[in-house]
């Protein structure tokens, strides 16, 4: 009786054990678009009274193609509403030089990476003594970019597919800019035969 009634603790301790692992684990098979943590950067522009408003996503399994890579972006921004007086007014309280009134434009950016192994989904800014590793380390893993102001909502959009192999890893293959819907530029890296 003991010795089944042992045998049963240790299968309900090794059930609980294996949940509590696998719910621990993140879902890397679920494609995300989330605000990378630490990375939020308001830059104030005295001289043209500008406010910057920039924020870093990391986008998980994003896709390969660029025209579904800017459907994604779109259904993200969908759900990513900007408050511009809100935003105008967390700067007034965070920046000193700032007066109220002062501000005469927003510049949104928003930066989008692929996950990598320099850029995992986990990752952190580092500003140790020997050591720093910032966002803007990682430029090879920027994948898009979407920029606009409060005066014009019109979005503009650089979609850039990057190399993943080591000889090319983080070289352009093809880039895309559009205003909206509307394509203005594009590139596609020729390759040697």
Same mark, same amino acid.
């Given at each position: ?48 009274? %500008? ?51 002062? %501000?005469?434009? %927003? ?87």
């Amino acid at each position: 009786m003991k010795k089944k009634l042992k045998k049963r603790k240790l299968l309900i301790l090794v059930m609980c054990s294996f949940l509590l692992i696998t719910s621990c684990q993140k879902d890397t098979n679920k494609k995300q678009i989330f605000e990378i943590n630490d990375t939020k950067q308001t830059g104030w522009s005295i001289d043209s009274y %500008v406010l910057t408003y920039r924020r870093h996503f990391m986008m998980t399994q994003p896709a390969e193609d660029l025209n579904e890579l800017k459907a994604e972006i779109d259904n993200f921004l969908l759900n990513y509403p900007l408050d511009f007086e809100a935003i105008i007014e967390e700067a007034e309280r965070s920046i000193s030089t700032i007066e109220e009134g002062d %501000v005469k434009k %927003v510049d949104v950016e928003l930066y989008f990476y692929r996950e990598s192994h320099d850029l995992p989904i986990d990752w952190k800014p580092d500003e140790g003594y020997f050591s720093i590793d910032r966002i803007d380390h990682h430029k090879e893993d920027l994948i898009a970019s979407v920029c606009w102001t409060d005066l014009d909502q019109g979005k503009r959009y650089s979609l850039i597919k990057k190399g993943k192999e080591k000889d090319n890893y983080g070289d352009v293959i093809e880039y895309l800019r559009y205003y909206e819907d509307e394509l203005i530029e594009s590139f596609v890296e020729e390759i040697d035969e």
